[in-house]
């Protein structure tokens, strides 16, 4: 295992508007590489002797995602390796692997912006990985129009993800009663949980929600305007505008696998990157520490 030194992140939304241009926000791709020099600075303050540096669903589908990749490399000397998919959702499996038992068929699922990935896995070893475009970024760009949310924007959100889910996901084979999530959207519906249900504070770390528990929060999200979602204890008021969408996603798979519990994994892609990037180096970084970084 490794020690956390210091964890920093940001919130750019380099794929902003990518759904509908096919191409990444000058603005926010400047803004991304500005966060991504200063990421750099801390891990070097720290004496990181590695670094390694992975994007997924958004410079997966730019139209300029290559020329972001040569301004990373260009200006900061950071080398972004653009992942597959399954490699994605390969590293959220080995951080779970690490944290969780996986004794039972068990959906592992990890939603950012643009995608979501799914894996299903029984006792540990994996059957098959979906990655579908069910980010909450993305979605809520496609169907959320109206403040508070219309009835016909939140049919619209829903008829869109179970089509997605119903055209692209299968079934497993086994019943999966656990799911396993980590992202946004997860961390955050489990703080606003832990903060209405026993008003807590505090790591969401393997916190264990009923799927009747995460649909009430959906409720919530969805009964609320955004400048009341704003002010909800345990969400963050640069996600309050996403986290429906999100959460709705989520929901919604839990109820198409008939899944029972969710278990929060706060430490997700990121960690799985770390126990890679240690794996690799055999436990021998000349002792210098590793740094991982996710666009």
Do not use: C
Request: net charge negative; proline share 4%.
């Amino acid at each position: 295992m490794y020690r956390v030194l210091d964890d920093e992140r940001e919130q750019t939304r380099l794929g902003f508007r990518l759904d509908q241009t096919g191409r990444l926000d000058d603005a926010n791709a400047e803004a991304t590489l500005d966060a991504l020099r200063r990421m750099k600075a801390i891990a070097a303050d720290l004496g990181a002797g590695a670094l390694r540096t992975i994007a997924t669903a958004a410079l997966r589908e730019a139209e300029n995602g290559p020329q972001f990749v040569d301004l990373a490399r260009e200006r900061i000397g950071l080398e972004i390796e653009v992942i597959s998919p399954e490699e994605e959702a390969e590293l959220a499996l080995r951080s779970v692997r690490q944290h969780f038992g996986l004794d039972r068929p068990t959906a592992i699922v990890d939603i950012g912006g643009g995608s979501m990935e799914v894996v299903f896995t029984t006792a540990g070893s994996i059957d098959r990985i979906h990655s579908l475009p069910l980010g909450a970024v993305r979605l809520t760009e496609r169907f959320v129009h109206s403040d508070p949310v219309s009835e016909s924007d939140w049919r619209a959100l829903r008829a869109g993800i179970d089509r997605e889910l119903k055209d692209t996901l299968r079934k497993p084979v086994s019943a999966t009663s656990d799911m396993i999530g980590s992202g946004g959207t997860f961390t955050t519906v489990a703080r606003m949980a832990m903060r209405d249900r026993r008003g807590e504070r505090g790591p969401v770390q393997g916190y264990s929600m009923s799927r009747a528990e995460f649909e009430h929060q959906v409720r919530r999200l969805r009964e609320a305007p955004l400048a009341q979602r704003r002010n909800i204890p345990g969400l963050s008021p640069n996600r309050a505008d996403i986290i429906l969408a999100g959460a709705t996603t989520v929901s919604l798979l839990a109820r198409r696998l008939d899944v029972e519990r969710i278990l929060i994994n706060d430490l997700g892609v990121r960690d799985g990157l770390l126990l890679d990037m240690i794996s690799r180096e055999s436990g021998d970084a000349g002792g210098q520490a590793p740094w991982a970084g996710n666009v």
